[in-house]
């Protein structure tokens, strides 16, 4: 393989929470007097840390949300996930590939520690993920699309930026990954390949990830 290590992105690439949080994003803001359809959270805030959406509304409004808007919004989420997450169909098989052919691989997401953990054991991902695996928006001062989070993932990892391949399904995290200097490989299977520009690679099921990336050129 070309790369020395993989970095997922977590949200819609390894846990099928998209869905999820986005929806009950969309009926909590509407519930606080910002209307916003499903579509609308989908377009704005997938594959952003949470500040993104306080920076919005606030823009967009000039009122700022509660201040316990988080805690409220993750307590209806991780309760949700208990009810109903499931892992991407295809990722165990990719980090069973991986694992398998001693292909080092992490998660860099937006969401909290507590969110990724909460989701990873929920879905049975946390045997493949311990903590030095993990990073998290809440590791670097700024968030997607900033090539923050990538790179320190990228150093703690002990891997350099061209040596990296990132796995990500929004244009947030696209757009992240290409300022970090890494190859980005884009997920389709909730965003059209029209909004992932300047990935390295589609593709539209996750078992098509692992040949992808092993017949890369070097």
């Not at 990830?209 to 050129?217: F, G, K, M, Q």
């Amino acid at each position: 393989m070309r790369y020395d290590l993989v970095i997922f992105d977590n949200d819609g690439v390894l846990v099928d929470s998209e869905p999820i949080s986005n929806r009950l994003l969309a009926a909590y803001l509407t519930e606080l007097g910002h209307p916003t359809s499903y579509e609308d959270s989908i377009r704005d805030y997938m594959g952003s840390a949470m500040h993104r959406v306080h920076d919005l509304v606030e823009e967009r409004t000039g009122q700022r949300l509660p201040t316990d808007f988080d805690d409220v919004f993750h307590a209806r989420v991780f309760a949700a996930f208990e009810r109903e997450l499931k892992p991407v169909a295809g990722a165990v098989d990719v980090l069973e590939e991986l694992a398998a052919d001693g292909v080092p691989y992490c998660v860099a997401s937006s969401g909290s520690h507590e969110r990724i953990r909460v989701g990873h054991r929920t879905t049975g991902l946390d045997r493949w993920f311990d903590d030095e695996r993990i990073f998290s928006s809440q590791d670097v001062g700024r968030g997607k699309p900033a090539p923050d989070l990538f790179l320190y993932a990228a150093e703690r990892m002990g891997v350099a930026p061209e040596r990296c391949a990132v796995v990500e399904d929004s244009p947030l995290g696209v757009r992240a990954a290409v300022a970090a200097g890494m190859d980005v490989y884009g997920f389709t299977a909730m965003t059209p390949a029209g909004r992932l520009p300047g990935t390295t690679g589609l593709f539209e099921d996750m078992r098509e990830l692992y040949p992808l990336l092993s017949r890369t050129r070097n």
